[in-house]
């Protein structure tokens, strides 16, 4: 499953260059490594671009942390709900959403 969702699941390669992580130091990558993120960032610049909202479910919390990564590099607004949230932030986050 980690294959196919995302390269970087298997441990972030860092730049010979830099020394920093390479989604860092070349975030296209981090789109471009995956084609399931080049499919999902094609479809988010549409929604967004159309004010649209967008809910992502995923069952792994590792997978969680490359999307916000992603979001992140694009300076998208977005609320993250996994198992560490607490019950209260929880309930705040929705009803933001």
Same mark, same amino acid.
């Given at each position: +499953?980690?294959?196919?969702?995302?390269?970087?699941?298997? /441990?972030?390669?860092?730049?010979?260059?830099?020394?920093?992580?390479? /989604?860092?130091?070349?975030?296209?990558?981090?789109? +471009?490594?995956? /084609?399931?993120?080049?499919?999902?960032?094609?479809?988010?610049?549409?929604?967004?671009?159309?004010?649209?909202? =967008?809910?992502?479910?995923?069952?792994?919390?590792?997978?969680?942390? =490359?999307?916000?990564? &992603?979001?992140?590099?694009? +300076?998208?607004? &977005?609320? +993250?709900?996994? /198992?560490?949230?607490?019950?209260?932030?929880?309930?705040?986050?929705?009803?933001?959403?």
């Amino acid at each position: +499953r980690k294959n196919i969702n995302h390269p970087f699941l298997f /441990g972030e390669p860092i730049d010979p260059n830099t020394g920093i992580p390479l /989604g860092t130091a070349h975030p296209h990558l981090l789109i +471009r490594a995956s /084609g399931k993120f080049a499919l999902l960032d094609r479809m988010l610049e549409r929604l967004f671009k159309d004010k649209h909202q =967008v809910l992502i479910f995923s069952q792994m919390t590792s997978l969680l942390n =490359v999307i916000e990564d &992603y979001l992140i590099l694009k +300076r998208w607004n &977005y609320c +993250r709900i996994d /198992g560490s949230t607490n019950i209260d932030d929880r309930q705040t986050q929705m009803d933001i959403f």
